[in-house]
């Protein structure tokens, strides 16, 4: 009994110690995901505002355009370049939200493999 006693002392403190590497450092796994997901909400945040004032831009642009018909061929080559690079932006942090979405799906999928893992692993210990 008391070998038994000490072998479980030994499993339980090594799903203590592998779990404590899974975590990067946080006490639970909901701390983890929860700052995985504060991190992914700061990215899509600061999208946003980065959209809001790219839209705030093109408006200024548009309004720019408006007010310059005399040099209509001028302004519509300048406005045809800044609607290209905020396009390019916008797809640039689109990318970056879909990627930080696709890192999110994956580490809530890793994070339930390895929480299988471990229980499997403690119920043959």
Do not use: M, P
Request: charged letters at 30%; proline letters at 0%.
């Amino acid at each position: 009994l008391g070998r038994q006693v000490e072998d479980a002392g030994r499993v339980l403190e090594g799903i203590g110690r592998s779990i404590s590497y899974d975590l990067d450092g946080e006490e639970s796994y909901g701390a983890y995901l929860r700052r995985e997901s504060a991190q992914i909400s700061d990215a899509y945040s600061s999208s946003d505002r980065s959209l809001s004032e790219l839209e705030g831009k093109f408006r200024q642009g548009q309004e720019q355009g408006g007010r310059e018909e005399s040099r209509l061929g001028d302004s519509f080559l300048g406005l045809l370049l800044h609607a290209r690079a905020l396009l390019r932006e916008t797809r640039h942090v689109s990318s970056g939200l879909r990627d930080k979405y696709d890192l999110l799906a994956l580490t809530v999928r890793s994070h339930g493999a390895r929480l299988s893992r471990l229980k499997n692993d403690y119920l043959r210990a």
